[in-house]
């Protein structure tokens, strides 16, 4: 039977007509249409004729799993304490643990991991001396009788992504590209990760972020072939965070739209059917310190658009974390944010849910658009690491974030609980709102000009 028999189609033309008709001389554009940080201008309404020479369409975005990782991720403070907050984490519903900061002894890992089956969880070290925590995992493995084949999870650090928030390497440049060689052949679990929402976290756009973390990755992929890695062994040990902030649609479209850059820069060099692994962080750009219970609202929304984009694993910002340490309390909201989304509404039920819809599979076309041009730029203009000594991609990102915190300020840009609907009973916490931060936990608020050594800067002198 079919329903739609009786009911004519009506086109694009036909609901403009309408929509202008109802508008009685007001500007179309001025009136419904919105531009937005990327430049995209957003029509208020998508039909079939909005996926004419769609991108998007021809790719098959799904997640090989048809779900995804509840990651709970652990500071390294103290030993005891941090394996204490992971079996807490296991047995309330995550099923994957990533520990960050340094190990610096067997006894310490053996601590860390005391009570937790590796074989039934994701496990992921995020930590400045991988091959060191390496050595101490593989020797904890084999000491407990662990099948190595059967763990999954990483062993990683973001070499670029940290110099742009210090603005210094870790040792130095030729140090550091060596470090991350030598640990590639040594482990089957991924080895580099890409602070994707380290862009987020500092006022990038949609279209920055994914342009950014895709040359930062081709970057490791040029660094590491120097060195004797094969670029399908680079793309197969990469883990990209990505940020996602609140605005729903476009966080859906930018995991969409990245996978299909992945796609087209994996082509390039030969290489076929290597799926980026994302895991998804909610930013705490706009994670306040006033009226705070309203960021479980952000981060709900947020954790949607991550899974319903197709993310691999997804941690949730306490919502707290902006004026003090993440409490049992606070830890168990976010992470139940998850499993209701998994367990009560059977979001990893579907694969791809957002295939078809007119509006985000045009979003993610003009995010690929947008990306991929931003993209090229960088790489006619010298590669990732170049366009960060010169600080191109900070300036960038700086001059939109700075545009951001002045709409924020004067009212044109709105953020529940921060400038719109303020609590003014409420006593000021510690720290303020995103728009002032006062250190790098509160938000990370600019990337640092990198800092070339003073042999270096007298070279390029010579050479001039």
Known sequence: MNLFKDFKPVSHQEWLDKINQDLKGKDFIETLVWNTDEDIDVQPFYNAESLKDNLSQGFNLTNNANDWEIREQIEIKAIKEANKLALNALKAGANSLQFNGNINSQKEMNELLAGIILDLIHIHFYTPTPEQTFNFFTTFVESNNIEKSTLKGSISYDYLGELLISGN??????????????????????????????YTNAGA?????????????????????????????????????????????????????????WSLVTKEYGVNNVSPYIHAQTTIYNI??????????????????????????????????????????????????????KEEAYLNKVNDIAKGSYYIEHLTDELVAKSLTLFKEIEVNGGFLTNIKNSTIQNNIHSVNANKETAYRNGSRFLLGVNIHINKMETPQNCNLHLEPSDKKT????????????????QKAVNA
């Open 169 to 198: 390497w870790k040792t130095d440049e030729k140090a550091d590209f060596s470090a991350l060689f030598n640990i590639q052949n040594k482990t089957n679990l991924n080895t580099i990760t890409i602070r994707g929402d380290y």
């Open 205 to 261: 756009t949609s279209a920055q972020e994914i342009a950014y973390a895709a040359s930062q990755a081709v970057e490791y992929i040029h660094q590491l072939s120097e060195l004797g890695i094969t670029p399908e062994k680079v793309m197969n040990n990469i883990t990209f965070n990505l940020g996602v902030n609140s605005n729903y649609f476009f966080e859906i479209a930018k995991i969409r739209a990245f996978k299909i850059l």
């Open 288 to 341: 306040a310190a006033q009226d705070a219970q309203t960021n479980i609202l952000r981060t709900t929304t947020e954790g949607m658009s991550a899974v319903l984009g197709g993310c691999n694993s997804l941690s949730i910002t306490p919502f707290n974390f902006a004026y003090e340490n993440p409490s049992d309390f606070t830890l168990r909201v976010a992470r139940n944010i998850q499993i209701i989304i």
């Open 443 to 458: 938000s990370i608020n600019r990337l640092q000009q990198v800092n070339i050594p003073q042999k270096l800067t007298q």
